[in-house]
């Protein structure tokens, strides 16, 4: 029944495509060495952020880089708000050959692939620089590209800030403080294990239905960067937000591997780049983004936020989880070797300048 539910899902989601694409497939280039301007290739872009999100932005960008730099032979439409379905429903349909491409939270490509559960641990990166030095390397955009006999390939990431928690009344500066709290957290088997280990109570959900959760105290806090305090509007109702930073769990864009195959090494190589290009854009304005968050968390909304959080407490409770993982799943032991590898690597060549 679970299978059948799934193909009915996916052929009402291909039909939804062909209806917004008005004349569906066959109007498109099966491949970027048949495309031309008159008949371009016509790639499907899903993700369930709104139009003004910063990261809808940088995929705009990208998109209008790749349009530019093929001449017009290769086009991306874009669905956002979620039209699509859910990101995992997105995702099985990259998987399915109903989309082309969607962006999803990192760990949701787990499923695939189970490196990726690596990105939704707690304190696996050292602070914002070390995520940028980390993601942006050689060695892990080499392991983006090796998933494609898994079905996608990931062509950039994009950050997603500092998650931290944040609730009605109440700070959280060390571990005990989330004793007896009822905490929401996206649905992986990370984050609630995360939260468990803190000594907290994880209520898996669905973003839309926090602000009314919190609001009938369904759950006493969440976690997330400062965009959901004004975006989501939680900073009406939450007013403390402690910056213990337990992860930064980043966006990945990807691609169905079938697509991918149908791009001339050329374009694969346009496409990588106009990829990574948003991606650079997208870093500064997600600072300006934070920046103005929190200005208007703290002068507007009331907000207060507490710095004096004991990170190592944290780090402690949390450290047996990336033991548990690498043992569990073999593709976490080879990440967390690849990203000791990067920073080695880093740590050498500023040595030798």
């Not at 139009?51 to 093929?70: G, N, Y």
């Not at 050959?97 to 949701?108: C, L």
């Not at 910056?243 to 980043?250: E, G, R, Y």
């Amino acid at each position: 029944m679970r299978k059948l539910l799934k193909t009915v899902a996916l052929s009402t989601a291909a039909l939804a495509l062909c209806l917004g694409l008005s004349g569906c497939r066959e109007q498109s280039a099966s491949s970027s060495a048949e495309a031309t301007a008159d008949k371009p290739m016509i790639l499907t872009l899903a993700h369930g952020l709104s139009e003004t999100h910063t990261v809808h932005i940088a995929i705009s960008q990208f998109a209008d880089e790749l349009e530019k730099r093929t001449d017009g032979r290769i086009k991306v439409r874009i669905f956002a708000n979620g039209q699509l379905g859910s990101e995992l429903e997105q995702m099985e349909q990259v998987m399915a050959g109903v989309i082309s491409m969607t962006k999803v939270a990192s760990p949701m490509l787990a499923t695939y692939d189970d490196a990726y559960h690596t990105f939704g641990l707690p304190y696996i990166f050292n602070g914002t620089q070390d995520f940028y030095d980390t993601m942006d390397a050689p060695l892990m955009y080499d392991f983006f590209q090796s998933s494609k006999d898994k079905g996608f390939v990931t062509l950039t990431y994009y950050t997603s800030g500092a998650r931290s928690f944040y609730t009605v009344n109440k700070p959280i500066r060390t571990p005990a403080d989330l004793k007896g709290m009822k905490i929401r957290v996206q649905d992986m088997k990370s984050q609630t294990e995360m939260i468990s280990v803190m000594g907290g109570t994880p209520v898996a959900m669905a973003y839309g239905d926090v602000f009314t959760s919190l609001q009938t105290g369904i759950i006493d806090g969440t976690e997330n960067n400062e965009t959901a305090l004004t975006n989501g509007k939680h900073g009406e109702i939450c007013k403390v937000y402690s910056t213990d930073q337990h992860a930064m769990i980043p966006d990945a864009l990807v691609i169905s591997s079938k697509i991918w195959d149908s791009l001339s090494p050329e374009d694969q190589k346009i496409m990588v780049e106009a990829a990574r290009n948003s991606t650079v854009s997208h870093r500064d304005m997600w600072d300006s983004a934070i920046a103005e968050a929190i200005e208007e968390a703290k002068t507007k909304m009331g907000v207060t936020f507490v710095n004096d959080v004991d990170k190592d407490a944290f780090r402690e409770a949390t450290k047996g989880m990336v033991a548990k993982y690498s043992q569990e799943y073999p593709g976490v032991a080879k990440m967390i070797d690849l990203i000791s590898t990067i920073r080695t690597q880093a740590a050498t060549s500023t040595s030798n300048e």
